[in-house]
C-alpha cells in the first residue's frame, strides 16, 4: 500500500474502543476462518477481522457454495451452506491470541453463537475477551443450518429473544459488544431497536439472504447439490449491495436503533465502501469479493478511498461519515414539482437504439427514430420499424461494381439512428439514461416547471390530492 | 470417381488450407456474445443481405440455445454455415456494428454465426418445413450455385415441388469449387447441400441445360423457373501467345485444386488481376508450393477492386504486388521457357490506365494465372424466351427477382454480375418468396 505523509488519515475507533488502521475488516466467514489467514490479510493490508463464529460444536457438509453469474462475470452473488466454524474451539482460541499479539494494532473481533443459556454466553464471552479480542461480535444472522438449532437467525428474527441475549452478553463483556442483524425480517428497525435496549454497544449490517440461487436443469436439483438435495442458504456479494444499503440507511435514521455500525454487504471496491460510510458505517466488512480475488484487494480500497477522500477535501473518515443521511427521506418529502428530461448527446450516440426501445416497451413511448423523417413519427411503433428495415435490400458493397473507395473512414452515427427525445412528454424517469452503454451519452436534464417546491405531504394536508399535476 | 470422392480422397488441403478465421471455442464464443449490445433494429442485420437477426441468434449463444440460435440464422439464411466463412462480414455485419463507435471492436459475428452452425451440422443438421401442407406445383432452379439452393429450400419449405439442375456432379457451384479452402472447404458446402436435400428438393446433377429445346420442355413442365446460373468462363486476356499450357485461368485453378486435380504449383506464378479472385488464386499459389508469386494490375492499390482485408492478407502471405503494369505479349523462349511481355501504364485524371511507349519488358514465369473477371454465360442467357438482358446481365425486379418473362425469374451472380454468396442467398431467397406468392395466386 502506497501511503503519502499528506494522504487522507483512514484510522478509526470503532464504538468509542476499537482501534483499528483502516475501516476495512474481513467479515466473519471463511477469509478469517484462522490465524494464519487472518495474519496474510493483516500483511495484505486490512484494518480487522471479525474472525470467523466460534462456539457451538458443528459438522459442516461437502458442497457449500453456489452463485449467480451474470452476463459472462462471475459471482455476482454468491450463496453458501456452510455453518459456523467446525475447529475445535482451542484452537481458535489460541490463534487468537496469537494473532492478537503479533498484530496489536489490529482490530480483532470475536465473532460468537451458542446455544441460547446465559451460561452458554457468558463463558463463551470471557473465553474470547480472556485471549485478547477487541470486540464482540454476536452472531444473530445466519440463516441456514444454525437457524434450525434455535441459534443465529432463529434469534435475530425476534427482537425479544436478540434482547434477552444480548443482556446477558453485556452483563459478562468488558469489550464493545456488536449485534450482527439478519436481514430476513419484515423491518430490520424491530431488532436493531431491541439490541439498543439490551444494551449493545454497536451493530453489525446485514447478514446474508435467504437464498436459492438456481437449478441444475439437467439434474433438477438446486445447487449447491449435496448428495441429490439441497438447501436454501445464505446470499451475498455484489448482487446485496443495495438492499444492505437500504438497510444501512433505515437503522442510521432511526434514533431508537441508531447505533455505531459496521457495514456489511456486497462491499467490493472503495466506491461501495465509501457509500457505506456516506450512510452512516464506521467500519466496513468485506467477504464476497475476497473469495473472489483474495486479500490483494483491500490495496485498492485503501488506495481509492483516500485519492477520493483527498479529491473531496476530507482528511479523516468522519468528515463524510453519515453526510448522505441528510440527503435520504420519505417519498412524501420529494418535490413534485422538480422536472428532469433526458437529452442525447448526438456527438456520442453510437446508434444502439436501446434507449428507444426501453422507452417504448418499459417507459412512455417519448423516444422516437425520426430525426431522418419529414416531421414527427410518435406514432411508428418499434414493429413498424423493424418490419421496414427488414423489407429493406442491402448487398455488399463490392469496390469494383460500386465505384466505392477503399479505407474509408468509418463515418458517424447516421442521423436516422440517432433517437431523439420528446422532452413535453419525457417524464425523467431516468431509464434510456440506464441502458444507455455510452457514458455521458444521455443526460437527465433540469428543466424549470416555474413551480415551488411542492411535496405529496402538502397536498394531502391541503386537500389537493386529486388535482393533476401541472 | 465421382467429384465427391475425389476430394475426400485429397486429406492434405486441410493442412495446406488450416481455417483463416479458426472456431471459437464454447467458453470463447460466449464472453464474444455476452459483448453483444443487442441493439434494437441492429445496424448488423440491416447490413446483411439476408437479414439475418443477429442480436437474436448471439444472445441465443449466450444463453447455451444452440438449436435456437442456428434456426435463427437458418431462418434467413439457409447457407448460413457457409456464410458464416465465406462473408465478407469486414464491410457487411461487422462493418455496421455500433461498436465501431464504441471501443472500436465489433463484434466477431461472422464467427460466432459459425460457432451456431458447426453446432447445427455436429447434430441433427436438418430444419422444419415452414409449412405443413405439400404443395403440387413444380419450381426448376438452373443451377446448383447458392442462389439456386436458397430460392429450392425457401419454396420447398413452403411446400412446392423443387428440382434443382446442376451441370457438375455435385451441386453447390462456387461455394464448392470456387471459394478459396481456407475459407470454406468443400466438405462443409456439401453438408449445406445435404441438408436441402433432406428438405426435399431433387437434385438433377450432371445435367446441362444448354438450348432452347431445354428451356422449353422446363416452362413446358415447370409451373415457374428460377435462374442461378452464375457467370461464365474467365475473361480472356486478348493477348498474343495466350492459348499455351502454362496460361491458365483462376476458377478453374481455384476448382482444379479444391476437387483435387491439381495438387501443386512450381516456380514462378505470375497472376493478373488484383481483384479477390486474383488473391484466392495468388494464396493458394503460395500454399500449393510456388516458388514466387506476383500479382500483376494495370493500375494502383488505390484502384484495386479486392477488399483491402483480401490486400493484406495477400501481403502477409508473402504475395507480390506490381502495379502500372499491362501484359502485352506471352513468349516462348528457345530454351521453353515462358516470357510475360509487359508495358508499364500511366493513370488518366479519371484512374484510366494507359501504356506508355517504350517500357516493354519481359516477365519470365511458369504458370501465370488470369483473374479478370469472369464472362456473362451469354450462350445460355440469350436462349430464354423474352428474357430482357443488360450487359450481359438478367434484368429483373429487384424486390421479386422476376424477370421480364412473369415465368421466369433469376438470382445471384448472373443478375448483379458477380457479388457475394451472400447476395446470391438473399436473391434466391427474395425469388423464392415472390414465386410463392405468384403461385399461390395461380392455384
Redesign the interface.
Known amino acids: 500500500v502506497i501511503s503519502r505523509a499528506d494522504a487522507p488519515d483512514l484510522s478509526l475507533l470503532f464504538a468509542g474502543k476499537i482501534a483499528s488502521p483502516n475501516p476495512f475488516w474481513l467479515a466473519s466467514a471463511p477469509p478469517s476462518n484462522c490465524g494464519e489467514q487472518v495474519m496474510r490479510a493483516f500483511d495484505a493490508g486490512w484494518g480487522g477481522a471479525v474472525w470467523k463464529t466460534i462456539g457451538a460444536q458443528v459438522a459442516n457438509v461437502s458442497s457449500r457454495y453456489s452463485s449467480i453469474d451474470w452476463n459472462g462475470q462471475r459471482m455476482m452473488g454468491l450463496n453458501n451452506i456452510e455453518l459456523i466454524s467446525d475447529r475445535p474451539l482451542e484452537i481458535n482460541l489460541k490463534e487468537i491470541a496469537e494473532t492478537k499479539k503479533r498484530y496489536p494494532k489490529h482490530a480483532i473481533v470475536a465473532s460468537l453463537m451458542v446455544e441460547s443459556t446465559r451460561d452458554a454466553w457468558h463463558t463463551i464471552v470471557r473465553q474470547a475477551e480472556d485471549v485478547g479480542a477487541d470486540g464482540l461480535e454476536l452472531n444473530f444472522g445466519c440463516p441456514h443450518g444454525m437457524s434450525e438449532r434455535g441459534m443465529g437467525s432463529a434469534v435475530g428474527q425476534v427482537p425479544e429473544y436478540a434482547e434477552l441475549i444480548t443482556g446477558w452478553v453485556k452483563e459478562a463483556a468488558r469489550t464493545p459488544v456488536i449485534v450482527k442483524l439478519t436481514p430476513n425480517i419484515s423491518d430490520i428497525r424491530e431488532v436493531a431497536r431491541a439490541a439498543k435496549r439490551g444494551g449493545a454497544d454497536a451493530l453489525s449490517a446485514i447478514n446474508t439472504i435467504n437464498s436459492i440461487t438456481g437449478i441444475d436443469l439437467d439434474t433438477l436439483v438446486p445447487r449447491p447439490n449435496v448428495g441429490g438435495k439441497s438447501t436454501h442458504g445464505g446470499y451475498c456479494g455484489p448482487a446485496v449491495k443495495p438492499i444492505a444499503l437500504s438497510m444501512v440507511q433505515q437503522i442510521q435514521s432511526d434514533p431508537e436503533s441508531c447505533l455505531p455500525l459496521s457495514g456489511i454487504g456486497g462491499i467490493s471496491d472503495w466506491r461501495d465502501a465509501a457509500e457505506f460510510i456516506l450512510l452512516g458505517c464506521s467500519s466496513l466488512q468485506v467477504c464476497t469479493a475476497v473469495m473472489h480475488y483474495g486479500y490483494r484487494i483491500v490495496e485498492d480500497m485503501i488506495d481509492g478511498l483516500k485519492n477520493w477522500m483527498a479529491e473531496k477535501g476530507f482528511s479523516r473518515l468522519e468528515d463524510f461519515r453519515g453526510l448522505s443521511l441528510g440527503n435520504t427521506t420519505e417519498w412524501k418529502h420529494l418535490d413534485l414539482n422538480y422536472k428532469i428530461v433526458a437529452r442525447i448527446n448526438e456527438s456520442k450516440c453510437i446508434g444502439c437504439s436501446l434507449c428507444y426501445i426501453a422507452c417504448w416497451d418499459g417507459a412512455h413511448q417519448c423516444i422516437h427514430l425520426d430525426r431522418a423523417t419529414e416531421g414527427p413519427r410518435t406514432q411508428s411503433t418499434p414493429a413498424m420499424i423493424e418490419a421496414a428495415s427488414r423489407q429493406s435490400i442491402a448487398t455488399t458493397p463490392i469496390p469494383k461494381l460500386d465505384n466505392m473507395r477503399s479505407n474509408e473512414e468509418s463515418p458517424g452515427t447516421p442521423l436516422a439512428r440517432i433517437p431523439r427525445v420528446d422532452e413535453q412528454e419525457c417524464v425523467g424517469c431516468n431509464l434510456c439514461n440506464l441502458v444507455c452503454p455510452v457514458d455521458g451519452c444521455i443526460t437527465m436534464e433540469e428543466v424549470s416547471t416555474g413551480l415551488p417546491y411542492e411535496s405529496w405531504q402538502q397536498r394531502a394536508e391541503s386537500g389537493t390530492t386529486n388535482e393533476k399535476s401541472v | 470417381m465421382s467429384m465427391q470422392e475425389t476430394v475426400r480422397l485429397n486429406r492434405d488441403l486441410t493442412a495446406q488450407f488450416p481455417d483463416l478465421h479458426p472456431p471459437l471455442g464454447t467458453q470463447a464464443a460466449?464472453?464474444e456474445a455476452?459483448r453483444c449490445?443487442?441493439?434494437?433494429?441492429a445496424?448488423c442485420?440491416?447490413?446483411?443481405?439476408t437479414?439475418i437477426d443477429v442480436p437474436r441468434f448471439i444472445k441465443k449463444i449466450?444463453t447455451g440455445n444452440l438449436k435456437g440460435s442456428a434456426l435463427t440464422i437458418l431462418d434467413a439464411n439457409i447457407l448460413g454455415a457457409s456464410c458464416s466463412r465465406v462473408?465478407?462480414v469486414g464491410?457487411?455485419c461487422e462493418?455496421a456494428c455500433?461498436?465501431?463507435?464504441?471501443n472500436k471492436q465489433p463484434i466477431e459475428i461472422g464467427r460466432l454465426q459459425r460457432y451456431a452452425m458447426d453446432d447445427f451440422y455436429r447434430g441433427e443438421a436438418q430444419v422444419q418445413k415452414r409449412s405443413v401442407s405439400d404443395r403440387k406445383q413444380k419450381v426448376a432452379c438452373i443451377g446448383g450455385g447458392p442462389a439456386s439452393l436458397s430460392c429450392a429450400a425457401e419454396l420447398r419449405q413452403r411446400g412446392y415441388q423443387v428440382t434443382v439442375f446442376e451441370r457438375r456432379t455435385a451441386a453447390g457451384g462456387l461455394n464448392a469449387f470456387g471459394v478459396a479452402e481456407y475459407k470454406l472447404r468443400f466438405a462443409e458446402s456439401l453438408k449445406e447441400v445435404e441438408m436441402i436435400k433432406g428438405l426435399g428438393v431433387e437434385f438433377q446433377l450432371g445435367v446441362s441445360i444448354t438450348g432452347e429445346s431445354d428451356l422449353l420442355r422446363l416452362e413446358d413442365e415447370f409451373a415457374a423457373i428460377f435462374v442461378g446460373v452464375g457467370l461464365g468462363t474467365m475473361r480472356t486476356l486478348g493477348i498474343p501467345g495466350e492459348v499455351n499450357a502454362a496460361v491458365i485461368d483462376a476458377v478453374n485453378f481455384i476448382e482444379s485444386y479444391k476437387s483435387g486435380k491439381r495438387a501443386s504449383i512450381n516456380g514462378r506464378v505470375l497472376v493478373v488481376g488484383a481483384?479477390n479472385t486474383g488473391i484466392d488464386a495468388a494464396i493458394a499459389s503460395i500454399r500449393l508450393g510456388a516458388a514466387e508469386v506476383t500479382i500483376l494490375s494495370r493500375r494502383t492499390d488505390?484502384q484495386?477492386?479486392?477488399?483491402?482485408f483480401e490486400y493484406d492478407h495477400a501481403k502477409q502471405e508473402g504475395v507480390q504486388f506490381r502495379w502500372l503494369i499491362r501484359p502485352v505479349a506471352i513468349k516462348q523462349t528457345a530454351d521453353g521457357s515462358n516470357l510475360l511481355e509487359c508495358m508499364k501504364t500511366l493513370l488518366t485524371a479519371d484512374a484510366k490506365a494507359t501504356t506508355i511507349a517504350g517500357t516493354n519488358f519481359p516477365l519470365p514465369f511458369d504458370t501465370l494465372i488470369s483473374a479478370i473477371g469472369q464472362a456473362p454465360l451469354l450462350e445460355l442467357l440469350h436462349h430464354f424466351r423474352n428474357v430482357e438482358l443488360d450487359h450481359g446481365r438478367v434484368v429483373i425486379d429487384?424486390?421479386t427477382g422476376r424477370t421480364s418473362n412473369p415465368k421466369i425469374y433469376a438470382g445471384g451472380d448472373c443478375v448483379?454480375?458477380?457479388?457475394?454468396v451472400?447476395?446470391a442467398v438473399?436473391d434466391g431467397k427474395?425469388a423464392a418468396i415472390a414465386i410463392s406468392k405468384a403461385l399461390e395466386v395461380s392455384e
Open positions: 460466449v464472453v455476452n449490445l443487442n441493439c434494437f433494429d445496424p442485420t440491416a447490413a446483411c443481405p437479414h449466450a462473408c465478407p464491410v457487411l462493418g455500433v461498436l465501431h463507435r464504441y481483384g488505390k484495386m477492386s479486392a477488399f483491402p429487384q424486390e448483379n454480375g458477380g457479388r457475394e451472400v447476395d438473399a427474395r
